[in-house]
């Protein structure tokens, strides 16, 4: 199978999972989610384990995370292949007057972090260095900064910006619905998390080679 | 397998989240799971688990730390062996045997006094699998038990110990008034193969009982399987 038919495959599937009203085609949906071992599909599957209104499904769904998780390696999948998780566009963001400097975001450690606890953790300290620096400023004012920050951190500081790339790379590895799951996210809004993504995405597609 | 840590540890999380659901058959099924593809981190969870008001829960729960645990959790299962529900207790049975530490035989060799049949058997059989010679003696008094899978496993467990063990004390026993118990010993010395036996087993073909007299058939039956006909 084509990588190209594989992620149309899934796509469709994760669809029916999230969208079938007959929870019986929902079953179905996770199962063969399962038995191609679609890694990409586990952010959905963890939601649907848990939120789904129907214990049946769940219990598939916790079947196709086993299968998974037990299934060889034979298709890597790249987080750009992401099938399903559309990003809504986001509009103008206000930022007031304030502008994120370079070493209010930089970060303690130059290593990427491994795991989601690490990186929001490093998100998490951005956040507390924030609100020191503007304790005035209510808690919307200070996620305008930071998204304000960000936005213009891969134009304005691109080394600061490879840092965070890696650390949004693991906060984001299952797309903005992955989040979702792992709310709060260092104490923050999942619609600030949207727009982080937003900017995260939209710059690491212009990476060279990716 | 999963590659990317994140997508592990979300998979990790929501099982444990779903050890917590108000539905039994969630919590079961997640337990299950974690001991297919759980690591040793999600433990404590497991442990605590142990304590859910659903008997198939425990049981999951059981077994899962059995795959997933050590030494370390051993105090746990054996305290959680005083389960009032026979499946749980066989259960944790397994998981010991799985864990197989030198400390769990006492444990073991007490659960062959289980009033649950099924526990008693299941003890049997692990004793036989790993091998722990000091049950000898209660196996022995196992192949009287009133449950013939109990008498069954006895057999068999005794048949996987090593042969200086058990040899002459099933031999004797083939002497013993108790039908069943010459005929279960027949069936442990066909499980253990050897040919220092098959006189004892040929003299049982005169036994007065049928059914010993079958198992005694059947044990030099499995003899005669193992015989070397490489040189030919």
Known sequence: MTPENRRIIIETLCTLLTDATDSTIRIRAAQSLGRLGAEVSIPLLCQIALQDSDTAVRLAVLDALVIIAQSPNLMPEQPKNQPVFNINQVGN?????????????????????????????????????????????????????????????????????????????????????????????????????????????????????? | MIQNPVHQQMVLDTLCANLQDPIPEIRAKAAQALGQIGQPTIIPQLITTLHDPEPIVRQNAAI??????????????????????????????????????????????????????????????????????????????????SDATVRQSAAISLGNMPVETVLSPLLETLHQSDPILRQTAAIALGQLNQETAIPALVQLLQDPETHVRESAIEALGKMGNTVDWSVA
Request: charged share 20%; net charge negative; aromatic share 6%.
């Open chain 1, 93 to 210: 963001i206000n930022t007031g007057d304030v502008t994120i400097q370079g070493d209010q975001i930089g970060i303690q450690h130059n290593y990427a972090p491994e795991t989601s606890t690490e990186a929001t953790q490093q998100l998490a300290q951005l956040l507390t260095k924030l609100r020191t620096k503007y304790p005035t400023k209510a808690d919307a004012e200070i996620f305008d900064i930071l998204i304000n920050g960000f936005a213009t951190m891969p134009q304005n500081n691109p080394q600061n910006w490879q840092r965070w790339q890696d650390i949004f790379s693991v906060i984001f590895a299952g797309g903005i619905e992955a989040t979702k799951i792992l709310v709060p996210v260092a104490g923050i809004p999942i619609e600030v998390l949207k727009r982080l993504y937003e900017i995260y995405d939209r710059n690491r597609k212009q990476l060279p080679g990716v």
């Open chain 2, 64 to 145: 899962a730390l059995g795959k997933l645990g050590n030494e370390t959790i051993l105090p746990d299962l054996i305290s959680a062996f005083q389960d009032p529900i026979p499946s749980v207790r066989e259960s944790i049975t397994t998981a010991l045997c799985d864990i197989g530490s030198e400390s769990i035989t006492p444990t073991l060799i007490t659960a062959l006094q289980d009033p649950s049949p099924s526990v008693r058997s299941r003890s049997a059989q692990a004793l036989g699998h790993l091998q722990r010679t000091a049950a000898v003696p209660a196996l022995l008094k196992l192949l009287a038990d």
